[in-house]
Antibody, heavy 124, light 108 residues
Framework: EVQLVESGGGLVKPGGSLRLSCAASGFTFSNAWMSWVRQAPGKGLEWVGR??????????DYAAPVKGRFTISRDDSKNTLYLQMNSLKTEDTAVYYCTTPQEIYGDQVPFGYWGQGTLVTVSS | SYELTQPPSVSVSPGQTARITCSGDALPKQYAYWYQQKPGQAPVLVIYKDSERPSGIPERFSGSSSGTTVTLTISGVQAEDEADYYC???????????FGTGTKVTVL
């Protein structure tokens, strides 16, 4: 069974930093492309960014609102995904979800599995 | 940046049909996916590759595509279908993912 467990959320002041973690199990983490998706209170889903598997280059892509401030990384030896968030703004307040693709009859669904999310609140 | 546009809300009586549209310029080139989200829960996939239904999703959920618009149809709506629904796709290069603006389905 695929499990994704986020941690590291909390209250941080504007301009501050926070690192989220996502512990993965139930699938071959090193082969998986991993993404972060966030949802501000009462708002819609927003893709934050993605990291490819090392065999596919290990490269990252980010949504425009977080590019240059957020960094996604992975530790395949620990089956863990990270999101380093710097220069945080009040508008970064959201539940942050860790996601991974699901294979359905040979097709890769980009956001097939989701964690339960961790809340990040940016406020003075 | 690329956007997917959905109506903010759809209201439907039990047993009737709800249709939710999602419009985006790259939809003729990129597949669309649909997610259902209930309060306090993570999203759940209900349609993938425009019109495929994952196992475990009721047959009343279906998807279609025409040009720059994809549509999620819920036939014979039930009270348990009341939720927020999001389409999801990618830009024309396939590099950047995007979610639609979301549609709240209310069962009257």
């Amino acid at each position: 069974e695929v499990q994704l467990v986020e941690s590291g959320g909390g209250l941080v002041k504007p301009g501050g930093s926070l690192r989220l973690s996502c512990a993965a199990s139930g699938f071959t983490f090193s082969n998986a492309w991993m993404s972060w998706v966030r949802q501000a209170p009462g708002k819609g889903l927003e893709w934050v960014g993605r990291i490819k598997s090392k065999t596919d280059g290990g490269t990252t892509d980010y949504a425009a609102p977080v590019k240059g401030r957020f960094t996604i990384s992975r530790d395949d030896s620990k089956n863990t995904l990270y999101l380093q968030m710097n220069s945080l703004k009040t508008e970064d307040t959201a539940v942050y979800y860790c996601t991974t693709p699901q294979e359905i009859y040979g097709d890769q669904v980009p956001f097939g599995y989701w964690g339960q999310g961790t809340l990040v609140t940016v406020s003075s | 940046s690329y956007e997917l546009t959905q109506p903010p809300s759809v209201s439907v009586s039990p047993g009737q049909t709800a249709r939710i549209t999602c419009s985006g310029d790259a939809l003729p080139k990129q597949y669309a996916y649909w997610y259902q989200q209930k309060p306090g829960q993570a999203p759940v996939l209900v349609i993938y590759k425009d019109s495929e239904r994952p196992s475990g999703i009721p047959e009343r959920f279906s998807g279609s595509s025409s040009g720059t618009t994809v549509t999620l149809t819920i036939s014979g709506v039930q009270a348990e279908d009341e939720a927020d629904y999001y389409c999801q796709s990618a830009d024309s290069s396939g590099t950047f993912y995007v979610f639609g603006t979301g549609t709240k389905v209310t069962v009257l």
